[in-house]
């Protein structure tokens, strides 16, 4: 039923730890690049939705934030949250071990910060267009909600997020149509971002171009770190526990069922001919 897909992730996993130890630098470049690429999907969203109306302004903000992801998935790159689902599935598949998956983890997050980091530095100096501009103040209103929520809203925020995240990279490993991966993850990835729910590399981005701005005392860098650990520990659920855990769980529980059914089936006589 999910041997294929989990196999085929698990393999990711596995190549990804492979990819680290090979060529440390490159998987970092790697990294920067899903930062950046999610990044770009925070500019588009903030950027429709400072002038969307504000009754359809979430809905139209996820539709347009799916585009990071789908580039993330197309062109290739290191996102994090994504690791919080290979990695487990290569764990628990024995394909790597767990130094591997904390190394590939902490390189990756690192990562995907310098390069949401540097997209945000290179934003202020172009003139952080909308959001440093007439949309600033419902842009530093966002941030702000999300740098003073408490550490058990933002965790189980985070687990949502991952939850409907690795849901968009699992189901697109299900298909082998290029239109069919860019329709299932639209859905799970709209979902997350007009409910609110929580991406540390999206936040990464967020964050940076917010205290590089004219920002109220009300965003700080301490109120960006208790933000960022929290969801990133809730992504990490999301992603681990939720998608590949419990997938894994079930292909496990089903191949322990047919075990015992192969062992005693008894074949029927062939019948002879002539």
């Known amino acids: 039923m999910y ?12 190549s990804k730890a492979v990819a680290l130890k090979g060529n440390p630098f490159a998987f970092m470049v790697g990294s920067a690049m899903a930062g950046a690429y999610i990044g770009f999907g925070d500019i588009i969203m903030f950027t429709v939705g400072a002038h969307a109306d504000p009754s ?8 347009v934030f799916a585009s990071a992801l789908t580039i993330v998935v197309f062109a290739g790159s290191e996102l ?8 487990p599935l290569a ?21 995907n910060f310098a390069g949401a980091f540097l997209l945000a530095v290179l ?24 740098i003073s929520a408490p550490a058990h809203e933002l965790f189980a925020r985070g687990i ?4 409907l995240v690795c849901l968009a990279i699992w ?12 329709f299932l993850i639209f859905w799970p990835i709209m979902i997350f971002v007009a409910a609110g729910f ?62 015992p059914l192969a062992k005693n089936r008894t074949l029927p006589p062939v019948s002879r001919i002539g």
Not at 127 to 142: H, I, Q, T, Y
Not at 171 to 182: I, L
């Open 3 to 14: 041997e294929e897909t989990i196999k085929n992730l698990s393999d990711a996993g596995r």
């Open 56 to 63: 359809w302004s979430h809905l139209v903000m996820g539709a």
């Open 80 to 87: 994090f949250t994504g690791m919080a689902m290979y990695m």
């Open 91 to 111: 764990l628990l598949s024995g394909k790597t071990g767990l130094i591997d998956l904390l190394r590939v983890w902490v390189l990756c997050w690192l990562g």
């Open 123 to 146: 934003f202020k100096l172009g003139g952080g267009g909308v959001l440093l501009g007439d949309g600033s103040p419902a842009f530093f209103a966002a941030v702000a909600a999300k």
């Open 160 to 163: 949502i997020c991952n939850w």
């Open 171 to 182: 189901m697109s490993y299900r298909t082998e149509n290029d239109a069919a991966k860019v």
């Open 198 to 259: 929580e991406h540390c590399v999206a936040n990464m981005f967020a964050f940076s171009l917010a205290l590089l701005g004219p920002h109220p005392a009300t965003i700080s860098v301490y109120g960006a770190l208790h933000n960022l650990v929290f969801v990133t520990l809730g992504n990490i659920v999301g992603g681990g526990i939720m998608v590949a855990f419990g997938y894994w769980v079930q292909l496990a529980g089903t191949a322990q069922a047919a075990s």
